[in-house]
């Protein structure tokens, strides 16, 4: 092969290098298999399984070495035989040894696989016994189901990190800091104390202002909580029990962290501060792509790369290290080049010396990075691909795969179970085997190498992880592989300028604050396929959320590939589904109206169906839209503004600050021209006012309040603001209380007792309809409304917006004196709050309302007048 190859080392070309090595993935797949499974079984269980193997492979290994000492006995002696026989007698028993000695060999090898096999699976089975036995010794699961309270000292072996708020009912979740920790002492309330090592994680429900100092603590610090000891939720976690910390103050640090995390935490804090100056999508990804810092990523943005399919790139992942590598010592991925290229040989670094310098690369990455499940598989990958360089051996880059899996479940079993480890496994595993055979298919049909080659990677990867991602989000992305095809050029350059950034920090930060200004553009680029990209109307399909779902979607994209093949034999035919596919992601307005019937002609209100949260649209002219509340999540409501044609929009108003009326603010905001925002009143809660003080002042976009007796026009579109009432105006001190004098009397309407009652109540009209918005009023305001000055004129309404998702909290004289022929819903399906509640549904209809709700309807519009009244539903 060298030979024919004229080179010390052999071919560049993987096609000259001979069939693939397969013999070590049957030991990592079994000792992968055994670890998942053997995990959390009873240790007697790890014991029989250990032993069986062990004495069957033994055996097997034993009975090789005998067979082949007398195969190597008989051979001797047939040598010496067939000197005294004639040539033609030989030749023929020469044959028949040859065919004996063939299935000879053969039955060796399949016993020496078979023998491999059983070994590694003892191996694994030990190891999966070992960690799972950690997880029961010591006092700390038996004080857990006490629920018991403890003073414990914890190592930190992760960086701590902040809960993303979800929104959910009236709120966000509150953030909650997560650490992971090994318990290294322990102190009960009778003063017991105990030493220990079992890892926990440790929840702290901390404070805004005290989070700062819990999240700058490094890997290894040594922490001091009092905290109550619970169960782990679920099974299958590498975690023994939850410390739960209520109303945590600063830390209490008993032991620092080490050097090498203390050099890694300047080093990551280096990037941060070089990286400050960015703008906001650069400053949250850049960490994320080198450091796997993800802590400035926004929530919208993160939901954007998981629609997209780009989550590999918003944290470090193996991808990360295999660029730096290619880099230092060339490409060690798809074309398997020969090892001298690179920078290290420009910079004159001998063969061995570059091994030992990647490896001191692998260490240094895996440190600062930390040692997530691909960057140890990367890490892994690439540190025997050294070995090869140090031996002057050439790498084969699937046993290496093979191997790399098989150390890591061994050294760390709980790696078989993780999402993430798999999916990293798997995309590794289709680069360096169906990558190549696609790219060749697509060079045959005349497509550009270098795009054959990009296509063919980002098919391969999709292919293979889309039916475990499908398991995990209930979804399937039909933008991921265009979507990653346009980030990854960009990749590269990102990552490399971010490396040099966080390198060059320590020695001069304006070097670092350049090379990251550099990095900031492709990180931008990055940013913005995946937004784009998720905004689609078409960019997912729902899709079951189980192991049978991944099965039907495998089936599927074999299907997929297969006909594909036919297909790129008729050129034609391959622009017509790429054509059909741009529509179905696309989804232009224009054409989905006339397909869909959505949004009918003449449409005056249309209620986006965001889930639990409400999001309302008003016409005010061709492309034109007052939006009402934004719903809990951008990805939605900026779906239905899409749909409904909406590319300018003079006035967002939101009723009140809780997150399911709040959180979609981003996506209402993208890629529109919007004139202004108001508020409520009432500034509460406070995180989610600063969210969209923020949002607003990022985008440019004034932020007003809205108070009863406002009135505005655009248009046919007009409305009145009913509620809340104005502040009451600053009064000084009051005069001291006399004993035995009346209490002093109080005037005018009651002010708003919670960010509910604050919401922004509005009479809107819109070419003689007439709709009653009431955002989340409660029964109170509600009652305090109808006799206020604003609300005395109310009268019977064509169309309610049903107030709080239809809860059972109603006035039903309200209800009553407005008379709604439309009562629509706004509610979340299967939520968990019991919306709409049947006594509410039984007042409107008893009203004569026709009731119609986004959970079993979808999206409502609402056009025509008077007795021509209709609402349409796209459904859901």
């Keep these: 092969m060298h030979a024919a190859a004229r080179s010390r080392l052999g071919a560049a070309h993987p096609r000259q290098e001979g069939p693939a090595d397969l013999r070590l993935l049957p030991p990592a797949l079994t000792a992968w298999g055994t670890a998942a499974v053997l995990l959390d079984a009873p240790p007697g269980w790890a014991v029989g399984i250990v032993t069986v193997c062990l004495?069957?492979?033994?055996?097997?290994?034993?009975?090789?070495?005998?067979?082949?000492?007398?195969?190597?006995?008989?051979?001797?002696?047939?040598?010496?035989?067939?000197?005294?026989?004639?040539?033609?007698?030989?030749?023929?028993?020469?044959?028949?040894?040859?065919?004996?000695?063939?299935?000879?060999?053969?039955?060796?090898?399949?016993?020496?696989?078979?023998?491999?096999?059983?070994?590694?699976?003892?191996?694994?089975?030990?190891?999966?016994?070992?960690?799972?036995?950690?997880?029961?010794?010591?006092?700390?699961?038996?004080?857990?189901?006490?629920?018991?309270?403890?003073?414990?000292?914890?190592?930190?072996?992760?960086?701590?990190?902040?809960?993303?708020?979800?929104?959910?009912?009236?709120?966000a979740a509150p953030a909650a800091v997560l650490a992971e920790a090994e318990v290294r002492r322990l102190e009960e309330r009778d003063g017991t104390v105990i030493a220990t090592r079992t890892p926990v994680l440790v929840i702290l429900d901390v404070s805004p202002r005290r989070?700062?100092?819990?999240?700058?603590?490094?890997?290894?610090?040594?922490?001091?909580?009092f905290a109550r000891v619970v169960p782990a939720s679920g099974g299958g976690e590498r975690i023994a029990a939850v410390l739960r910390v209520r109303g945590a103050g600063p830390p209490d640090v008993v032991g620092g962290p080490s050097r090498t995390q203390r050099f890694a935490g300047r080093l990551r804090g280096g990037l941060r501060e070089a990286t400050d100056g960015l703008d906001a999508d650069a400053r949250a990804l850049l960490p994320g792509f080198v450091v796997g810092d993800t802590s400035r990523v926004p929530a919208e943005l993160d939901e954007a790369f998981r629609a997209t399919d780009l989550?590999?790139?918003?944290?470090?992942?193996?991808?990360?290290?295999?660029?730096?590598?290619?880099?230092?010592?060339?490409?060690?991925?798809?074309?398997?080049?020969?090892?001298?290229?690179?920078?290290?040989?420009?910079?004159?670094?001998?063969?061995?010396?570059?091994?030992?310098?990647?490896?001191?690369?692998?260490?240094?990455?895996?440190?600062?990075?930390?040692?997530?499940?691909?960057?140890?598989?990367?890490?892994?990958?690439?540190?025997?691909?050294?070995?090869?360089?140090?031996?002057?051996?050439?790498?084969?880059?699937?046993?290496?795969?093979?191997?790399?899996?098989?150390?890591?479940?061994?050294?760390?079993?709980?790696?078989?179970?993780?999402?993430?480890?798999?999916?990293?496994?798997?995309?590794?595993?289709?680069?360096?085997?169906?990558?190549?055979?696609?790219?060749?298919?697509?060079?045959?049909?005349?497509?550009?190498?270098?795009?054959?080659?990009?296509?063919?990677?980002?098919?391969?990867?999709?292919?293979?992880?889309?039916?475990?991602?499908?398991?995990?989000?209930?979804?399937?992305?039909?933008?991921?592989?265009?979507?990653?095809?346009?980030?990854?050029?960009?990749?590269?350059?990102?990552?490399?300028?971010?490396?040099?950034?966080?390198?060059?920090?320590?020695?001069?930060?304006?070097?670092?604050?350049?090379?990251?200004?550099?990095?900031?553009?492709?990180?931008?680029w990055i940013a913005g396929v995946a937004r784009t990209g998720a905004a689609l109307p078409g960019a997912g399909v729902d899709w079951p959320g189980s192991w049978t779902g991944a099965l039907l979607l495998a089936l599927a994209t074999a299907v997929t590939v297969a006909v594909g093949r036919r297909v790129l034999r008729h050129p034609w035919v391959c622009g017509a589904c790429l054509t059909a596919f741009l529509l179905v992601v696309v989804q232009p307005p224009s054409l989905t109206r006339v397909v869909t019937g959505w949004p009918p002609p003449g449409w005056r209100f249309a209620m986006c169906d965001v889930g639990q949260g409400d999001a309302t649209v008003l016409a005010a002219g061709e492309g034109t839209g007052v939006v009402v509340d934004a719903g809990p999540d951008p990805v939605l409501v900026d779906r239905c503004l899409t749909a409904l044609g909406i590319t300018r929009i003079p006035l967002v108003l939101l009723t009140h600050f809780h997150a399911d009326h709040v959180a979609g603010l981003p996506g209402v905001l993208r890629g529109r021209a919007v004139g202004a925002i108001e508020t409520t009143t009432f500034e509460e809660p406070v995180d989610q006012v600063g969210f969209v003080r923020r949002e607003a002042a990022a985008r440019r976009v004034p932020v007003s309040r809205a108070v009863a007796g406002e009135e505005r026009r655009t248009g046919d579109l007009a409305w009145r603001v009913l509620w809340p009432p104005p502040p009451p105006p600053p009064e000084s001190a009051p005069a001291p209380y006399t004993p035995g004098a009346p209490l002093p009397r109080t005037t005018g309407t009651p002010a708003p007792e919670g960010p509910?009652?604050?919401?922004?109540?509005?009479?809107?009209?819109?070419?003689?309809?007439?709709?009653?918005?009431?955002?989340?009023?409660?029964?109170?305001?509600?009652?305090?409304?109808?006799?206020?000055?604003?609300?005395?004129?109310?009268?019977?309404?064509?169309?309610?917006?049903?107030?709080?998702?239809?809860?059972?909290?109603?006035?039903?004289?309200?209800?009553?004196?407005?008379?709604?022929?439309?009562?629509?819903?706004?509610?979340?399906?299967?939520?968990?709050?019991?919306?709409?509640?049947?006594?509410?549904?039984?007042?409107?209809?008893?009203?004569?309302?026709?009731?119609?709700?986004?959970?079993?309807?979808?999206?409502?519009?609402?056009?025509?007048?008077?007795?021509?009244?209709?609402?349409?539903?796209?459904?859901?």
Excluded at 211 to 225: D, G, I, Y
Excluded at 416 to 431: C, E, H, P
Excluded at 757 to 762: E, L, N
């Design 756 to 876: 509910n009652d604050a919401s922004v109540a509005m009479l809107v009209r819109s070419a003689g309809v007439t709709l009653l918005m009431l955002g989340d009023l409660e029964p109170p305001a509600q009652r305090a409304l109808l006799r206020s000055p604003a609300g005395a004129g109310l009268a019977a309404v064509d169309v309610l917006k049903v107030a709080h998702h239809g809860s059972a909290y109603q006035d039903r004289d309200l209800i009553r004196v407005v008379s709604p022929r439309l009562a629509l819903v706004p509610v979340g399906a299967e939520n968990t709050y019991g919306h709409p509640a049947p006594s509410t549904l039984m007042a409107l209809r008893a009203a004569g309302a026709t009731v119609l709700r986004t959970d079993v309807d979808g999206a409502i519009a609402v056009s025509g007048a008077g007795e021509e009244l209709r609402a349409e539903v796209r459904g859901t």
């Design 211 to 225: 989070r700062a100092a819990w999240l700058a603590l490094l890997p290894s610090t040594r922490v001091r909580v």
């Design 55 to 171: 004495v069957a492979g033994c055996a097997l290994l034993s009975s090789r070495w005998g067979r082949s000492s007398r195969s190597s006995r008989s051979s001797r002696l047939g040598r010496s035989s067939r000197l005294g026989r004639s040539s033609r007698s030989a030749r023929v028993s020469g044959a028949g040894r040859t065919g004996r000695a063939g299935r000879m060999r053969q039955g060796s090898r399949l016993r020496a696989t078979v023998a491999a096999v059983l070994l590694c699976a003892a191996a694994a089975a030990a190891s999966a016994g070992l960690h799972g036995a950690d997880l029961r010794r010591g006092p700390v699961p038996d004080l857990a189901r006490q629920y018991a309270r403890v003073t414990a000292d914890v190592q930190l072996t992760a960086d701590p990190r902040l809960t993303r708020p979800r929104a959910g009912g009236d709120g």
């Design 311 to 524: 989550t590999h790139l918003l944290a470090v992942s193996g991808a990360n290290f295999t660029i730096l590598l290619a880099l230092f010592i060339g490409p060690p991925g798809l074309a398997q080049r020969a090892e001298r290229s690179g920078l290290a040989p420009r910079l004159g670094i001998p063969l061995r010396a570059t091994a030992l310098a990647g490896g001191a690369l692998t260490l240094g990455f895996v440190i600062v990075c930390r040692p997530d499940p691909s960057v140890l598989r990367a890490a892994a990958c690439g540190s025997i691909a050294l070995l090869a360089l140090a031996t002057g051996r050439r790498r084969s880059l699937i046993p290496a795969l093979a191997t790399a899996v098989l150390l890591l479940v061994l050294y760390d079993p709980w790696l078989a179970r993780s999402y993430g480890f798999l999916l990293s496994v798997l995309a590794t595993g289709a680069l360096l085997t169906l990558a190549p055979r696609w790219s060749a298919v697509l060079r045959g049909r005349r497509v550009p190498p270098r795009l054959a080659e990009a296509l063919a990677a980002a098919g391969a990867a999709q292919a293979v992880c889309a039916p475990v991602v499908a398991v995990l989000s209930a979804r399937v992305s039909l933008v991921a592989v265009p979507c990653n095809l346009l980030a990854e050029f960009a990749v590269a350059p990102a990552t490399v300028l971010g490396f040099a950034a966080l390198v060059a920090a320590p020695l001069g930060m304006p070097v670092a604050e350049a090379f990251a200004w550099c990095a900031s553009w492709p990180a931008g």
